[in-house]
């Protein structure tokens, strides 16, 4: 008797409290639907873009190669007219170097042709024409060295866009822009790395003027902690070592 | 994803180690409020009725008369009533003994009030460990079905490309949803034990106080003659 009279009350208890709970729910059902926004995320890698470094470096490398050329052709003209400026001097120096290179390349190609020539044909050896066969062979050598070069630069290239890409997708996946993020507002950064892809420090460096803004991006960046570089320390140290990375978002109806 | 959704839709959409877990705990719940029900009846009555024996007990009426007038009720003698009325009974048989010793016949007595005593001891405690099991288990079980559904909905959290709150956010409600009713079958069930198991023992020491005075009547019985 005392049992059933127990198992009534508890089944009424218990009915009573899922009544409650739902009319409750139920009553704030009004406060919640607040629709998300999907959020676009765009921020690309600009400033020290490995891709524009790399033309750069490479307009840089025709330029030296040229002026070698005209060095080795007309030496104490340029010498003379060099002195002037100190980027000149920097220029000039390096251009002796090559020009020293060249010269010990050139004396010892001028060796094995004189022991291939003093070989094969030692009776037809004229002076003119080991001079002209020597020309030949120079520019040949120089055609392959310069293809070589480019074919690396361009890998380099598609390597280190790859890489950016990589680094563009970790930045944008930290990146929650905050409210009041507008359209045509930008920040620069610039973060600076360790050859392990570790974030030592990351600076604004030109500000949206919203505080709120560059604290999402400072933020953005600093979670990713850790960027993919390449393992190859000499394209690290050119494209990795600093670079600014461009917040802009663009996506925005505000 | 535009209106919230609604606890019962939370509980059906549960995974089934959570569903499972909700029932253990709805279950537990259920028929720790049964006991919880029937131990306060139980107890309040045992309470009523030990109240209304001692003032009649006390009242300087004739103990045979009350003897004979518990002997003639139909229902099951409880509590102090029990005690009472073994007592008596031992004490008037041992003395219908040809050659009683009043010493032998207190002990026989309080022997057979002792075992009364703690047979009606424990029928009070009755239900009680079950309730400080529920007490102490439930809020463990409703965690665990918490882990176990905020478990699933991070896994599904890797699989999902793009990740927001509201991939997890489902999940963990649902989870959670476990832990609340582990709570609430555990809170009442806790406040229950504590309070009964008190209860029982004011009870245990009135009926040792009786026994003790009522050993002390039967003694001076036992001796006058």
Redesign the interface.
Same mark, same amino acid.
């Given at each position: 008797m @005392?049992?059933t *009279? @127990?198992?009534v009350? #508890? *089944?009424g208890?218990?009915a009573l409290?899922v009544v409650l *709970?739902?009319v409750n729910?139920?009553n704030?059902?009004s406060l #919640? +639907?607040i +629709? *998300?926004q999907p959020y676009y995320i765009d921020a690309s890698v600009v400033g020290e873009n490995p891709f524009e470094a790399e033309k750069k470096e490479q307009a840089r490398r025709k330029g030296e190669r040229k002026l070698k050329e005209t060095a080795r052709r007309d030496r104490e003209a340029q010498n003379r007219a060099n002195q002037a400026a100190v980027e000149r001097a920097k220029l000039e120096d390096l251009e002796k170097r090559l020009a020293a290179e060249n010269a010990e390349r050139e004396a010892r190609q001028k060796q094995a042709l004189e022991q291939l020539d003093s070989l094969t044909n030692r009776d037809t050896a004229s002076p003119g024409d080991e001079k002209e066969r020597l020309k030949r062979e120079q520019s040949l050598a120089l055609s392959i060295l310069e293809e070589q070069s480019y074919r690396r630069a361009v890998t380099d290239d598609e390597k280190a866009m790859a890489f950016v890409g990589q680094i563009q997708r970790d930045i944008v996946g930290n990146w929650s822009r905050p409210p009041s993020a507008r359209n045509g507002m930008q920040a620069v950064l610039r973060v600076y790395l360790v050859p392990t892809g570790e974030v030592v420090n990351v600076v604004v460096e030109e500000s949206s003027g919203n505080d709120a803004f560059d604290r999402s991006a400072l933020l953005a960046v600093q979670k990713a902690e850790r960027f993919q570089v390449p393992p190859d320390s000499r394209q690290f140290e050119r494209n990795f070592r600093e670079f600014t990375v461009l917040f802009r978002p663009d996506d925005l109806r505000l | 994803m535009s209106e919230p959704i609604s606890i019962l839709e939370l509980v059906l959409n549960a995974s089934i180690v959570v569903q499972i877990v909700m029932a253990i705990l709805i279950l537990a719940s259920f028929t720790s409020w049964i006991m919880i029900f029937q131990r306060g009846f139980a107890l309040s009555s045992t309470r009523r009725e030990a109240i209304e024996f001692e003032s009649e007990f006390w009242s300087g009426k004739d103990l045979r008369k009350i003897y004979l007038d518990l002997e003639a009720r139909e229902e099951d003698l409880t509590g102090v009533e029990n005690i009472f009325s073994s007592g008596f009974k031992e004490f008037t048989r041992s003395r219908q003994q040809k050659d009683f010793d009043a010493d032998r016949v207190m002990q026989n007595v309080q022997r057979a009030m002792r075992v009364a005593m703690s047979r009606e001891e424990e029928r009070l405690e009755t239900h009680l460990p079950f309730l400080a099991t529920v007490g102490s288990t439930s809020p463990y079980v409703g965690l665990f079905g918490t882990v176990w559904g905020i478990m699933n909905s991070f896994r599904g959290l890797a699989a999902v490309n793009q990740a927001s709150l509201s991939v997890v956010a489902p999940g963990i409600s649902e989870a959670l949803v476990a832990t609340a009713i582990g709570l609430f079958a555990a809170i009442p069930a806790v406040i229950a034990y504590n309070r009964f198991s008190a209860q029982v023992e004011v009870m245990a020491n009135r009926f040792e106080a009786f026994t003790d005075e009522f050993s002390s009547i039967l003694f001076r019985a036992a001796h006058s003659k």
């Open positions: @005392s049992y *009279l @127990s198992g009350l #508890a *089944l208890f218990h409290v *709970l739902m729910w139920e704030e059902e #919640a +639907p +629709p *998300l | -």
